[in-house]
Protein backbone atom coordinates (compact mmCIF):
# COMPACT_ATOMS: atom_id res chain seq x y z
CA UNK A 1 0.00 0.00 0.00
CA UNK A 2 2.89 2.40 -0.10
CA UNK A 3 2.12 6.06 -1.64
CA UNK A 4 -1.36 5.16 -1.41
CA UNK A 5 -3.09 7.95 0.03
CA UNK A 6 -6.70 7.11 0.10
CA UNK A 7 -8.99 7.61 2.52
CA UNK A 8 -8.29 5.52 6.05
CA UNK A 9 -11.10 4.94 9.07
CA UNK A 10 -9.38 5.32 12.69
CA UNK A 11 -12.15 3.80 15.15
CA UNK A 12 -11.97 5.37 18.97
CA UNK A 13 -10.76 8.47 17.74
CA UNK A 14 -11.12 10.02 21.05
CA UNK A 15 -8.69 7.93 22.73
CA UNK A 16 -5.18 8.40 23.47
CA UNK A 17 -3.71 6.24 20.39
CA UNK A 18 -6.14 6.76 18.31
CA UNK A 19 -6.41 10.60 18.35
CA UNK A 20 -2.46 10.76 18.13
CA UNK A 21 -2.95 8.83 15.31
CA UNK A 22 -5.47 10.86 13.53
CA UNK A 23 -3.19 13.96 13.86
CA UNK A 24 -0.31 11.95 12.08
CA UNK A 25 -2.62 11.06 9.45
CA UNK A 26 -3.76 14.24 8.83
CA UNK A 27 -0.41 15.73 9.14
CA UNK A 28 1.07 13.09 6.19
CA UNK A 29 -1.80 14.01 3.73
CA UNK A 30 -4.45 10.97 4.69
CA UNK A 31 -7.82 12.31 4.78
CA UNK A 32 -8.87 10.49 7.96
CA UNK A 33 -12.55 9.15 9.13
CA UNK A 34 -12.95 8.57 12.72
CA UNK A 35 -15.44 6.88 15.08
CA UNK A 36 -16.35 8.06 18.28
CA UNK A 37 -19.57 6.82 21.02
CA UNK A 38 -22.42 8.49 20.92
CA UNK A 39 -23.80 10.54 24.16
CA UNK A 40 -26.90 11.65 24.07
CA UNK A 41 -27.25 12.52 27.96
CA UNK A 42 -24.05 15.04 27.31
CA UNK A 43 -22.02 16.48 24.41
CA UNK A 44 -18.64 14.90 23.90
CA UNK A 45 -15.75 17.86 23.29
CA UNK A 46 -13.96 16.87 19.70
CA UNK A 47 -12.73 20.29 19.68
CA UNK A 48 -9.16 18.64 20.13
CA UNK A 49 -9.66 17.04 17.00
CA UNK A 50 -11.40 19.18 14.65
CA UNK A 51 -8.99 21.72 15.51
CA UNK A 52 -5.95 19.48 14.54
CA UNK A 53 -3.61 20.83 11.07
CA UNK A 54 -5.86 19.71 8.07
CA UNK A 55 -8.94 18.21 9.94
CA UNK A 56 -11.02 20.77 8.19
CA UNK A 57 -10.42 19.63 4.88
CA UNK A 58 -9.77 16.09 5.95
CA UNK A 59 -11.77 14.62 9.09
CA UNK A 60 -14.85 13.11 8.92
CA UNK A 61 -16.30 12.05 12.43
CA UNK A 62 -18.91 9.61 12.77
CA UNK A 63 -20.79 7.97 15.98
CA UNK A 64 -20.55 4.63 16.74
CA UNK A 65 -20.71 2.01 19.26
CA UNK A 66 -18.90 -1.24 19.92
CA UNK A 67 -21.81 -3.21 20.86
CA UNK A 68 -23.49 -2.24 17.59
CA UNK A 69 -20.94 -3.74 15.08
CA UNK A 70 -23.41 -2.09 12.36
CA UNK A 71 -22.47 1.05 13.35
CA UNK A 72 -19.05 1.12 11.97
CA UNK A 73 -20.21 0.80 8.43
CA UNK A 74 -20.94 4.60 7.36
CA UNK A 75 -17.40 4.94 8.44
CA UNK A 76 -15.83 2.52 6.83
CA UNK A 77 -17.53 3.25 3.59
CA UNK A 78 -14.82 4.17 0.62
CA UNK A 79 -11.88 4.16 2.90
CA UNK A 80 -8.89 1.71 2.02
CA UNK A 81 -7.66 0.57 5.17
CA UNK A 82 -8.81 0.45 8.46
CA UNK A 83 -7.16 1.00 12.28
CA UNK A 84 -9.77 -0.47 14.51
CA UNK A 85 -8.41 0.80 18.02
CA UNK A 86 -11.32 1.38 19.83
CA UNK A 87 -11.77 -1.07 22.70
CA UNK A 88 -13.38 -1.41 26.23
CA UNK A 89 -10.95 -0.71 28.57
CA UNK A 90 -12.70 -1.93 32.35
CA UNK A 91 -9.68 -1.64 34.76
CA UNK A 92 -12.59 -2.10 37.17
CA UNK A 93 -14.47 -4.89 36.09
CA UNK A 94 -17.56 -3.97 36.45
CA UNK A 95 -18.34 -6.14 33.68
CA UNK A 96 -17.90 -9.91 33.93
CA UNK A 97 -14.86 -10.81 31.58
CA UNK A 98 -17.14 -12.92 29.02
CA UNK A 99 -19.23 -10.05 28.39
CA UNK A 100 -15.78 -7.71 27.69
CA UNK A 101 -14.70 -10.53 25.79
CA UNK A 102 -17.99 -10.98 23.62
CA UNK A 103 -18.35 -7.59 22.94
CA UNK A 104 -14.91 -7.05 21.75
CA UNK A 105 -14.85 -9.75 19.39
CA UNK A 106 -18.03 -9.44 18.16
CA UNK A 107 -17.60 -5.49 16.91
CA UNK A 108 -14.39 -7.15 15.61
CA UNK A 109 -15.57 -9.64 13.20
CA UNK A 110 -18.26 -7.03 12.61
CA UNK A 111 -15.87 -4.26 11.44
CA UNK A 112 -13.99 -7.40 9.43
CA UNK A 113 -16.98 -8.69 7.66
CA UNK A 114 -18.03 -4.45 6.64
CA UNK A 115 -14.34 -4.22 5.16
CA UNK A 116 -15.34 -7.52 2.95
CA UNK A 117 -18.30 -5.89 1.88
CA UNK A 118 -16.74 -2.39 0.87
CA UNK A 119 -14.43 -3.38 -1.56
CA UNK A 120 -12.44 -0.38 -1.15
CA UNK A 121 -10.75 -1.67 2.24
CA UNK A 122 -7.46 -3.25 1.26
CA UNK A 123 -5.61 -3.25 5.13
CA UNK A 124 -6.94 -3.71 8.46
CA UNK A 125 -4.85 -2.91 11.58
CA UNK A 126 -5.91 -4.21 14.81
CA UNK A 127 -4.51 -2.83 17.70
CA UNK A 128 -4.19 -5.79 20.53
CA UNK A 129 -1.43 -5.60 22.90
CA UNK A 130 1.40 -7.01 24.38
CA UNK A 131 -0.58 -8.89 27.01
CA UNK A 132 -1.67 -10.98 24.50
CA UNK A 133 1.74 -12.17 24.32
CA UNK A 134 2.92 -11.39 27.70
CA UNK A 135 1.22 -14.08 30.15
CA UNK A 136 2.11 -17.28 28.32
CA UNK A 137 2.67 -18.73 31.51
CA UNK A 138 6.22 -20.93 29.96
CA UNK A 139 9.39 -19.95 31.39
CA UNK A 140 11.42 -18.59 28.97
CA UNK A 141 13.06 -15.23 28.85
CA UNK A 142 12.23 -13.63 25.91
CA UNK A 143 8.80 -13.68 24.30
CA UNK A 144 8.00 -13.10 20.74
CA UNK A 145 5.17 -12.63 18.08
CA UNK A 146 5.06 -16.98 18.29
CA UNK A 147 3.52 -16.43 21.61
CA UNK A 148 0.00 -16.13 22.78
CA UNK A 149 -0.92 -15.53 26.76
CA UNK A 150 -2.50 -17.98 28.65
CA UNK A 151 -6.10 -17.64 30.02
CA UNK A 152 -5.80 -19.82 32.74
CA UNK A 153 -2.87 -18.04 33.87
CA UNK A 154 -3.67 -14.68 33.25
CA UNK A 155 -7.24 -15.61 35.53
CA UNK A 156 -4.92 -17.11 38.40
CA UNK A 157 -2.55 -13.79 39.03
CA UNK A 158 -5.97 -11.90 39.92
CA UNK A 159 -3.83 -8.60 38.65
CA UNK A 160 -6.69 -5.80 37.66
CA UNK A 161 -6.74 -5.75 33.75
CA UNK A 162 -7.39 -9.11 33.72
CA UNK A 163 -10.32 -9.44 31.81
CA UNK A 164 -8.75 -6.79 29.37
CA UNK A 165 -5.83 -8.63 28.55
CA UNK A 166 -7.98 -11.88 27.78
CA UNK A 167 -10.34 -10.01 25.50
CA UNK A 168 -7.48 -8.61 23.66
CA UNK A 169 -5.78 -12.37 23.59
CA UNK A 170 -9.24 -13.92 22.52
CA UNK A 171 -10.30 -10.89 20.18
CA UNK A 172 -6.55 -10.84 18.31
CA UNK A 173 -6.67 -14.65 17.84
CA UNK A 174 -10.63 -14.04 16.10
CA UNK A 175 -9.63 -11.29 13.76
CA UNK A 176 -6.37 -13.31 12.36
CA UNK A 177 -8.65 -16.74 11.81
CA UNK A 178 -11.01 -14.57 10.19
CA UNK A 179 -8.67 -13.05 7.90
CA UNK A 180 -6.84 -16.29 7.38
CA UNK A 181 -10.14 -17.96 6.42
CA UNK A 182 -11.48 -15.31 4.21
CA UNK A 183 -7.81 -14.11 2.63
CA UNK A 184 -8.00 -10.86 3.92
CA UNK A 185 -5.11 -8.50 4.71
CA UNK A 186 -5.19 -8.27 8.16
CA UNK A 187 -2.21 -7.34 11.00
CA UNK A 188 -1.77 -6.74 14.29
CA UNK A 189 0.09 -4.06 16.93
CA UNK A 190 0.89 -5.25 19.92
CA UNK A 191 2.20 -2.18 22.02
CA UNK A 192 3.30 -2.37 25.46
CA UNK A 193 2.38 0.68 27.82
CA UNK A 194 2.34 3.45 26.06
CA UNK A 195 3.26 7.06 27.69
CA UNK A 196 4.10 10.39 26.70
CA UNK A 197 2.46 13.31 25.48
CA UNK A 198 -1.73 12.98 25.01
CA UNK A 199 -3.79 15.38 23.06
CA UNK A 200 -7.59 13.75 24.19
CA UNK A 201 -9.40 15.42 26.66
CA UNK A 202 -9.09 12.34 29.34
CA UNK A 203 -5.70 11.22 31.21
CA UNK A 204 -4.51 7.90 29.37
CA UNK A 205 -4.61 4.77 31.68
CA UNK A 206 -2.03 4.23 30.34
CA UNK A 207 -0.15 7.59 31.35
CA UNK A 208 -1.45 7.09 35.13
CA UNK A 209 -0.20 3.67 35.27
CA UNK A 210 3.28 4.78 34.00
CA UNK A 211 3.08 7.43 36.42
CA UNK A 212 1.69 5.92 39.08
CA UNK A 213 4.10 6.36 42.23
CA UNK A 214 3.20 9.98 41.45
CA UNK A 215 -0.71 9.92 42.03
CA UNK A 216 0.02 7.78 44.99
CA UNK A 217 -1.12 4.75 43.44
CA UNK A 218 2.01 1.98 44.06
CA UNK A 219 -0.08 -1.07 43.40
CA UNK A 220 -1.41 -0.59 40.28
CA UNK A 221 1.34 -2.47 38.43
CA UNK A 222 3.79 -4.68 38.50
CA UNK A 223 7.70 -4.14 37.35
CA UNK A 224 9.33 -4.06 35.31
CA UNK A 225 7.06 -1.95 32.94
CA UNK A 226 7.22 -2.10 29.62
CA UNK A 227 6.72 1.04 27.85
CA UNK A 228 6.85 2.51 24.07
CA UNK A 229 6.39 6.27 23.52
CA UNK A 230 2.98 7.84 21.79
CA UNK A 231 4.55 9.12 18.36
CA UNK A 232 6.74 5.34 17.98
CA UNK A 233 3.24 3.65 18.07
CA UNK A 234 1.51 6.16 15.49
CA UNK A 235 4.67 5.48 13.65
CA UNK A 236 4.49 2.04 13.36
CA UNK A 237 0.94 2.62 12.41
CA UNK A 238 1.80 4.25 9.38
CA UNK A 239 4.95 2.30 8.97
CA UNK A 240 3.00 -1.29 8.96
CA UNK A 241 0.04 0.87 6.63
CA UNK A 242 2.65 1.45 3.56
CA UNK A 243 4.64 -1.24 4.03
CA UNK A 244 4.29 -3.91 0.68
CA UNK A 245 3.46 -6.80 2.17
CA UNK A 246 3.48 -7.49 6.54
CA UNK A 247 2.55 -10.92 7.89
CA UNK A 248 0.90 -11.31 10.76
CA UNK A 249 1.56 -9.96 14.50
CA UNK A 250 4.05 -7.10 15.41
CA UNK A 251 5.27 -6.39 18.69
CA UNK A 252 5.79 -2.74 19.37
CA UNK A 253 7.65 -2.10 22.57
CA UNK A 254 10.68 -0.19 23.10
CA UNK A 255 11.89 0.20 27.03
CA UNK A 256 11.70 -1.84 29.92
CA UNK A 257 11.62 0.54 32.65
CA UNK A 258 12.73 -0.79 36.42
CA UNK A 259 11.06 1.15 39.44
CA UNK A 260 14.38 2.00 40.15
CA UNK A 261 14.81 3.79 37.07
CA UNK A 262 11.91 5.83 37.62
CA UNK A 263 13.38 7.35 40.83
CA UNK A 264 16.15 7.93 39.74
CA UNK A 265 14.97 10.04 37.03
CA UNK A 266 11.88 11.85 38.81
CA UNK A 267 14.27 12.49 41.92
CA UNK A 268 16.86 14.27 39.80
CA UNK A 269 14.63 15.95 37.08
CA UNK A 270 11.49 17.04 38.87
CA UNK A 271 12.63 16.89 43.05
CA UNK A 272 9.49 19.63 43.50
CA UNK A 273 7.11 16.60 42.73
CA UNK A 274 5.84 14.19 45.68
CA UNK A 275 7.75 11.42 44.73
CA UNK A 276 8.24 8.53 47.31
CA UNK A 277 11.41 7.32 49.06
CA UNK A 278 13.10 4.33 47.51
CA UNK A 279 12.58 2.27 50.64
CA UNK A 280 8.98 2.93 50.63
CA UNK A 281 9.18 1.93 46.54
CA UNK A 282 11.17 -0.95 47.33
CA UNK A 283 7.69 -2.77 48.94
CA UNK A 284 6.55 -3.25 45.46
CA UNK A 285 5.55 -6.39 43.11
CA UNK A 286 8.32 -6.45 40.86
CA UNK A 287 8.28 -10.08 38.39
CA UNK A 288 11.00 -11.59 36.74
CA UNK A 289 12.09 -9.69 33.89
CA UNK A 290 10.92 -10.74 30.46
CA UNK A 291 12.14 -9.49 27.00
CA UNK A 292 9.30 -8.86 24.62
CA UNK A 293 10.94 -7.53 22.05
CA UNK A 294 9.87 -5.82 18.80
CA UNK A 295 12.44 -7.52 16.65
CA UNK A 296 10.21 -8.65 13.73
CA UNK A 297 8.87 -4.68 13.63
CA UNK A 298 12.59 -3.73 13.21
CA UNK A 299 13.90 -6.16 10.86
CA UNK A 300 11.04 -4.88 8.26
CA UNK A 301 12.62 -1.27 8.49
CA UNK A 302 10.97 0.90 11.38
CA UNK A 303 13.19 2.66 13.80
CA UNK A 304 12.42 3.96 17.28
CA UNK A 305 13.08 7.66 17.99
CA UNK A 306 11.86 7.85 21.04
CA UNK A 307 13.33 6.67 24.82
CA UNK A 308 12.69 6.21 28.14
CA UNK A 309 13.80 10.22 28.98
CA UNK A 310 11.70 11.66 26.80
CA UNK A 311 8.47 9.42 27.32
CA UNK A 312 8.62 10.55 31.10
CA UNK A 313 10.02 13.83 30.51
CA UNK A 314 7.28 14.47 27.78
CA UNK A 315 4.12 12.52 29.98
CA UNK A 316 5.17 14.09 33.25
CA UNK A 317 5.13 18.08 30.88
CA UNK A 318 1.58 16.99 29.65
CA UNK A 319 0.25 16.04 32.67
CA UNK A 320 0.87 19.19 34.23
CA UNK A 321 0.11 21.29 31.58
CA UNK A 322 -3.23 20.40 31.65
CA UNK A 323 -3.47 20.04 35.62
CA UNK A 324 -3.41 16.37 36.32
CA UNK A 325 0.07 16.98 38.35
Known amino acids: MEGNKGRVCVTGGTGYIASWLIMRLLENGYPVSTTMRSEPEHKKDVSFLTSLPGATQNLKIFNADLSNPESF ?176 RYLCSSEVVSIERIFEFLSEKYPELEIPTLDSLKEIKCSKQIAIPSKKLMDSGFKFKKGFNEMYDEAIQCCKEKGYL
Open 73 to 248: NAAIEGCTAVFHIAATIDYAEREPEEIVTKKSIDAMLGILKACQNIKTVKRVVYTSSASAVAFSGKDDDTLDESFWSDLDFIRARMQPGASYAISKTLTERAALEFAEQNGMDVITILPSYVVGPFICSKLPGSVYVALAILFGNKDIVEYPLHTVHVEDVARAFIFLLEHSNPKG
